[in-house]
């Protein structure tokens, strides 16, 4: 069905001779208050017989207007319309996670993908010229939207707005009939309410609201949609859940856990963005979508992929394979503002639910955040998320999952700690500069006091000492007290093997190095019993990795296997020791394609590395009872 529907985008007409392209720059402002970027919205409809309104409100539900700077947004969009040119790089390295997979290039080659080849037939505009040039962009979505019109009512030239209908819904590039009207009805309520705002280029665009459209929801027919597969939600009775569907290029349908791919951990995000525009992006193609998105001011929830099947959420894809994805209405920047008893509350019986059906055990290498997602090669690492930030209350959300750390207190080297500082007490300086904060508040790089889920590690066991620095981020120097540095922090709920103590400082082996951390009778800790406590059974370093594949031997004929290698920053020396909580799990793989899944015969342990999670082959390393 997606191929029969791409193909619209070219049967609905001929091309159209490339038009002179606006000399202004993207910041231009014209006579009467109209920005450049208004006048190439008006262009650009009236080129193509669109109604203005219904052109102005699809880019508005794309884009909110924004150009991007001729960069694309993460999930492969570009411009005004959000065009999309996704390529297997794209694909690797976002959240889809894909580094090292054999169908990468088959990832990202669906025509939903790459609606800007459709646009530059359309049109007669380059590629290049679609992506970078907000006007050429623009007449791209007009020309799209125009073809789309044509091919439901035989005419591209409607001027009365509700009987676009059908036209907008599949500009949404849903393959489902519910995806395809959400997204619809979104652009028509935009319509209705207009809308108006100061793009981040500094151009002001207006669309003036207009009660009177009646959107033609009986055209959605003629488009011969599938309905979703699952419109059931999956969501405890204490908390209110509805189903919008994801676009299906944001994940992959599976059958977990029938299929045998196990379901072990839960990844907590933060959208960065408002409720509404987290559940707008997921439909949109070629991105990122969690299976759940949760609203902040009262914990409600939207549901976005069936539980089954594969989301992108995670950026590894690995942990997509294992795992289900909850986003959070909030920004890290301002994650105690956001965070909201509600959303906790919500969040916690939602995750005693799914803990409950598939077995996922209640501690922190299987209740992560964004932040602790293992990254699934070398180069990829350091662009890791660092969501939901520091603000995020792990002690206060594992005990209403029912978890508590015990007393606080350390016990000698070898043993093992639970990182537990109380979150109101634990004052630490961040940095927080512009770019960690999309709300735009933060408009000169500011250090703060606040309340926080973490602490410092240090080189020594020194307050005026370094702070560690990850070796993905700073490599041979400091870290950092910036917001977003991960890699010189442990988190709360986070376990560790004790290596040293030196009066109020305790030192844990911690990413390769033993790192200190400021612990007066053991404030900071509380010891922990009952997990694994993982060693190199030699005398070299054991290998590191972000993903558990199976070797390529091991695949059956006719299916690419993956690939991985260590992850070359990270090693565990001989003498150090790290925390696992569950026994080892055997590698494995998916192809969605066929349904299969391949199962190795290795097995790999899910270890606290740093702030992140990593994995270590069960035959290198010895495991005892910590």
């Known amino acids: 069905m997606l191929t029969a529907l791409a193909a619209l985008a070219v049967s609905g007409g001929a091309a159209v001779p490339a038009p002179a392209l606006a000399a202004g720059g993207a910041g231009d402002g014209a006579a009467g208050g109209v920005s450049s970027l208004q006048g190439d919205f008006a262009a650009a409809a009236d080129a193509y017989h669109v109604p203005r309104q219904v052109l102005l409100a699809v880019a508005y539900q794309e884009s909110a207007w924004d150009t991007h700077a001729g960069q694309h947004s993460t999930d492969g969009g570009y411009g005004p319309m959000h065009l999309?040119?996704?390529?297997?790089?794209?694909?690797?390295?976002?959240?889809?996670?894909?580094?090292?997979?054999?169908?990468?290039?088959?990832?990202?080659?669906?025509?939903?993908?790459?609606t800007i080849q459709s646009a530059a037939r359309l049109t007669g505009l380059s590629a290049e010229d679609l992506r970078t040039d907000p006007a050429a962009n623009i007449r791209g979505g007009a020309a799209l939207l125009a073809s789309y019109q044509k091919a439901v009512t035989g005419s591209g030239d409607a001027t009365d707005p509700g009987n676009w209908y059908a036209a907008v819904a599949r500009y949404s590039q849903s393959t489902e009939r519910q995806g395809a009207a959400a997204f619809a009805d979104r652009v028509f309520a935009t319509m209705e309410k207009g809308a108006g705002r100061t793009t981040a280029d500094g151009q002001r665009v207006k669309l003036a609201a207009d009660s009177d459209v009646d959107p033609a929801t009986g055209q959605l027919a003629s488009l011969d949609l599938t309905s979703a597969a699952d419109t059931g939600v999956e969501c405890p009775t204490t908390v209110a859940c509805t189903f919008v569907p994801a676009s299906p290029s944001n994940g992959q349908v599976s059958n977990r856990p029938a299929n045998g791919i196990r379901i072990d951990s839960i990844v907590i995000h933060d959208t960065e963005t408002s409720y509404d525009t987290a559940v707008s992006l997921f439909q949109q193609p070629g991105g990122s979508a969690a299976h759940y998105v949760m609203r902040?001011?009262?914990?409600?929830?939207?549901?976005?992929?069936?539980?089954?099947?594969?989301?992108?959420?995670?950026?590894?894809?690995?942990?997509?394979?294992?795992?289900?994805?909850?986003?959070?209405?909030?920004?890290?920047?301002?994650?105690?503002?956001?965070?909201?008893?509600?959303?906790?509350?919500?969040?916690?019986?939602?995750?005693?639910?799914?803990?409950?059906?598939?077995?996922?055990?209640?501690?922190?290498?299987?209740?992560?955040?964004?932040?602790?997602?293992?990254?699934?090669?070398?180069?990829?690492?350091?662009?890791?998320?660092?969501?939901?930030?520091?603000?995020?209350?792990?002690?206060?959300?594992?005990?209403?999952?029912?978890?508590?750390?015990?007393?606080?207190?350390?016990?000698?080297?070898?043993?093992?700690?639970?990182?537990?500082?109380?979150f109101a007490d634990n004052q630490q300086t961040v940095q927080i500069c512009p770019s960690d904060d999309p709300t735009g508040a933060t408009t000169a790089c500011t250090e703060t006091q606040q309340a926080s889920n973490f602490v410092y590690l240090r080189t020594e066991p020194s307050d005026t000492a370094p702070l560690f620095g990850d070796q993905a981020l700073h490599p041979g120097a400091a870290g950092t007290d910036?917001?977003?540095?991960?890699?010189?922090?442990?988190?709360?709920?986070?376990?560790?093997?004790?290596?040293?103590?030196?009066?109020?400082?305790?030192?844990?082996?911690?990413?390769?190095?033993?790192?200190?951390?400021?612990?007066?009778?053991?404030?900071?800790?509380?010891?922990?019993?009952?997990?694994?406590?993982?060693?190199?059974?030699?005398?070299?370093?054991?290998?590191?990795?972000?993903?558990?594949?199976?070797?390529?031997?091991?695949?059956?004929?006719?299916?690419?296997?993956?690939?991985?290698?260590?992850?070359?920053?990270?090693?565990?020396?001989?003498g150090q020791a790290y925390v696992a909580t569950v026994a080892p799990s055997l590698t494995d793989d998916f192809f969605p394609s066929s349904g299969a899944v391949v199962t190795g015969a290795k097995a790999m342990y899910t270890i606290q590395y740093n702030h992140r999670v990593a994995l270590v082959y069960a035959s290198d390393v010895t495991a005892t009872d910590g």
Not at 86 to 106: F, H, L, Q, S, Y
Not at 397 to 416: E, I, N, Q
Not at 518 to 530: R, V
Request: charged share 15%.
């Open 84 to 114: 999309t040119d996704v390529t297997p790089a794209m694909m690797a390295g976002g959240d889809a996670g894909a580094a090292g997979r054999g169908d990468v290039a088959k990832l990202a080659a669906e025509p939903a993908l790459h």
């Open 296 to 422: 902040s001011s009262d914990g409600a929830v939207t549901q976005m992929v069936p539980t089954k099947d594969l989301a992108f959420h995670a950026g590894n894809y690995s942990t997509n394979m294992h795992s289900v994805g909850i986003e959070h209405e909030g920004y890290a920047a301002h994650g105690a503002t956001w965070y909201t008893e509600a959303q906790y509350e919500a969040t916690a019986d939602l995750v005693k639910y799914l803990a409950d059906r598939f077995g996922i055990p209640l501690d922190r290498e299987h209740i992560i955040g964004h932040d602790n997602v293992a990254g699934p090669k070398s180069s990829l690492v350091s662009g890791m998320h660092w969501d939901p930030g520091p603000s995020w209350d792990w002690n206060h959300f594992m005990s209403l999952l029912g978890v508590r750390t015990g007393r606080h207190g350390v016990g000698p080297a070898g043993s093992v700690v639970t990182i537990a500082p109380r």
């Open 482 to 574: 910036r917001i977003n540095d991960w890699g010189s922090t442990a988190a709360a709920g986070q376990q560790f093997v004790v290596a040293d103590q030196d009066g109020d400082w305790t030192a844990i082996w911690y990413s390769g190095a033993k790192v200190w951390f400021y612990n007066p009778h053991g404030c900071n800790t509380a010891p922990a019993h009952g997990v694994q406590v993982i060693a190199a059974n030699g005398t070299s370093p054991v290998a590191v990795y972000g993903s558990s594949y199976p070797d390529a031997a091991e695949y059956p004929a006719g299916l690419s296997p993956s690939t991985q290698a260590p992850l070359s920053m990270y090693s565990v020396p001989a």
